[in-house]
């Protein structure tokens, strides 16, 4: 394996392929029922019971300007790693894979506003995977969410009683 090769995980969400690095991730789930929340901001979705903790679902898809869909019941549920644990439902997990960095594939290098979100890009299965800046993409939202959530009672991550 390069040592300047970072592995990925690569999932769909519509027609594009999208990854984030391993050490973002905790886990995967299969689609589930969410609580939708009144007077949410537009880009939560709502919660989500994963064993006993209380997680804010995202939608990525209107985050990334995407058409909006229903959940299926074949989407994933991908929790993301962190003291600020959130959740964002994709099409489908494709697996994980080791992309090599290249400065040449860097999104400022391509298209400078793809540097908003989008890192860089690469190729899985002859496709072209986005690679999302979770950082960028998410800190707006985590903040309405832990407004939105403090004023329901409920804490991200906290755990049923």
Not at 5 to 15: M, T
Not at 88 to 104: H, N, S, W
């Amino acid at each position: 394996m390069n040592t300047n090769s970072e592995n990925k995980v690569v999932f769909l969400v519509g027609e594009q392929l999208f990854a984030i690095g391993v050490d973002e991730v905790e886990r995967v789930y299969r689609a589930m029922q969410i609580t939708f929340l009144p007077e949410a901001p537009e880009l939560l979705l709502g919660l989500a019971n994963l064993g006993g903790r209380i997680l804010p679902v995202v939608d990525l898809r209107s985050r990334l300007e995407l058409s909006d869909r229903p959940i299926d019941p074949d989407d994933r549920l991908v929790l993301l790693a962190g003291k600020t644990a959130f959740c964002f439902f994709v099409d489908r997990v494709l697996g994980v894979d080791a992309f090599v960095q290249d400065a040449a594939l860097e999104s400022k290098n391509i298209y400078p506003k793809l540097d908003k979100y989008i890192s860089g890009v690469g190729k899985y299965d002859n496709q072209t995977v986005l690679f999302i800046k979770m950082e960028k993409l998410f800190p707006l939202i985590m903040e309405d969410t832990r407004m939105l959530l403090d004023g329901h009672g409920f804490i991200p991550g906290q755990e049923e009683s």
